[in-house]
């Protein structure tokens, strides 16, 4: 069985960074795409960024400059290296894959920013 386990949030000042690892268990396949999403209180869960199994990267206007997606192949894993980060960056951040057209989800990790 497939296991999607984030870890890294927390609490931050504006200004500050935080980097989320995501790390993926259960499986002898790699990942297809890996990627982040987010949602705050009240609104949609929308993507944050995603990386391709050949390194190709996309990212939300919101974070693109700010926000870093990288991922381990050999260890199945997906990082999100977040930097000058908002009040408005707060939210439960979610991590997805996909395995041959199989989704899988995370359980979220909260990221609080303050101001």
């Known amino acids: 069985q497939v296991q999607v386990v984030e870890s890294g949030g927390g609490l931050v000042q504006a200004g500050g960074s935080l980097r989320l690892s995501c790390v993926t268990s259960?499986?002898?396949?790699?990942?297809?795409?890996m990627g982040w999403y987010r949602q705050a209180p009240g609104q949609q869960r929308t993507k944050v960024a995603d990386i391709t199994s050949s390194d190709r990267k996309n990212y939300a206007d919101s974070v693109n400059g700010r926000f870093t997606i990288s991922r381990d192949n050999a260890k199945n894993t997906v990082y999100l290296q977040m930097n000058s980060l908002k009040p408005e960056d707060t939210a439960v951040y979610y991590c997805?894959?996909?395995?041959?057209?199989?989704?899988?989800w995370g359980q979220g990790t909260q990221v609080t920013v303050s101001s």
């Open positions: 259960g499986t002898i396949f790699s990942p297809d795409v």
């Open positions: 997805h894959l996909t395995i041959y057209s199989r989704v899988y």
